[in-house]
């Protein structure tokens, strides 16, 4: 006999916890970052559903949803960054958030005449540091290619032109290529896989 599982939907058509897969995948498939995962039991299902869902999104666990692929195992113990601009350039502001709990830890900005990627380079560099000064190995999430590359390169190769209204960003840029000459780092820093996860923690929710 095959024994039931509970889906807990956060974020889908009808928030809710269901009874079968079938009933789930109308609630998830196809809807934009929608959120999900099955339970064992119907008193952890409704644990998880008054509960943080990056709580428990791809936490690694002995049973894992079959419909969940085996790369969507989200780390939470981790930090995301992610950075928001209003205009390209425009009003640009970065931040970083625990992803176990979505607690922010840090928030930047918002500076004028920056761009996103800059804003994505100066969040992944912040929390690099940040991470030093606690002696921590935390993985860093980030969903912007261009910004990761950049930090393992050591130069935010941005075209942006230097103004008197972005000076204070071009001081931080420096400031960031500075710690990245001078300082070696164990964190991971991963591509956060937004097609199957739905939007990073770190979000500003702009879009």
């Known amino acids: 006999m095959k024994k039931q599982k509970y889906y807990v939907v956060w974020q889908g058509v009808k928030p809710g916890i269901y009874t079968s897969w079938e009933a789930c995948k109308a609630q998830v498939s196809g809807f934009e970052n929608a959120r999900y995962k099955s339970f064992e039991s119907e008193e952890e299902a409704q644990k998880a559903f008054a509960d943080n869902p990056w709580k428990h999104i791809g936490l690694k666990?002995?049973?894992r949803p079959a419909f969940l692929p085996s790369s969507a195992e989200i780390i939470a113990e981790s930090i995301a960054?992610?950075?928001?601009?209003?205009?390209?350039?425009g009003r640009m502001e970065y931040r970083g958030?625990?992803?176990?709990?979505?607690t922010e830890i840090f928030h930047v900005g918002p500076f004028e005449d920056g761009t996103n990627n800059i804003g994505e380079f100066l969040g992944i560099v912040h929390a690099l540091a940040l991470l030093a000064q606690k002696k921590s190995n935390l993985p860093i999430y980030s969903d912007s290619v261009n910004a990761i590359k950049w930090v393992e390169r050591k130069k935010c190769n941005t075209k942006l032109k230097e103004t008197p209204r972005n000076q204070i960003i071009f001081d931080l840029i420096a400031r960031a290529e500075k710690w990245l000459n001078e300082n070696s780092y164990?964190?991971?820093i991963l591509k956060w896989q937004t097609e199957i996860w739905g939007e990073i923690p770190a979000d500003f929710g702009r879009k």
């Open 61 to 63: 666990k002995r049973t």
């Open 81 to 89: 960054v992610d950075a928001a601009c209003s205009g390209n350039p």
């Open 97 to 102: 958030v625990y992803v176990a709990d979505g």
């Open 186 to 188: 164990s964190n991971p």
